[in-house]
């Protein structure tokens, strides 16, 4: 199994962009796929999270409304449209799958594959 993310760039406060989540050896409707970024000193937090299986998604408060979370089983892809940046959503973004059904999507504990992640900056 493996994830590997991309679409990290620097972009300017109220920009937007798109990250992608590539899964190889794991079936979306088996494991469900969250977003989580870290910023430098602290601590990693869940963004977002996709489940196939139960046709449900969830994001934190500090991107509803901002952030939309998506997926396209026949290429094996989840992604996160991130629109209205600001400067606090600087981090490092991963994406990590854990076998469905999660009963704490925003949480680290039942994710056991991850990404290399990918950097976001955005100035203000």
């Known amino acids: 199994v493996q994830l590997v993310e991309s679409g990290g760039d620097f972009v300017q406060a109220g920009g937007s962009l798109r990250l992608s989540c590539a899964a190889s050896?794991?079936?979306?409707?088996?494991?469900?796929i969250g977003w989580f970024r870290q910023a430098p000193g602290k601590e990693r937090e869940g963004v977002s999270w996709i489940s196939e299986a139960d046709n449900y998604i969830d994001y934190a408060d500090s991107v509803k409304g901002r952030f939309t979370i998506s997926s396209d089983m026949d290429k094996n892809i989840v992604y996160l449209q991130m629109n209205s940046l600001k400067s606090e959503d600087t981090a490092v973004y991963y994406c990590?799958?854990?076998?469905?059904?999660?009963?704490?999507?925003?949480?680290?504990?039942?994710?056991?594959?991850w990404g290399q992640g990918t950097q976001v900056t955005v100035s203000s």
């Open positions: 050896g794991l079936s979306f409707g088996t494991y469900d």
């Open positions: 990590a799958a854990a076998v469905a059904p999660v009963k704490n999507p925003l949480g680290t504990r039942e994710y056991g594959v």
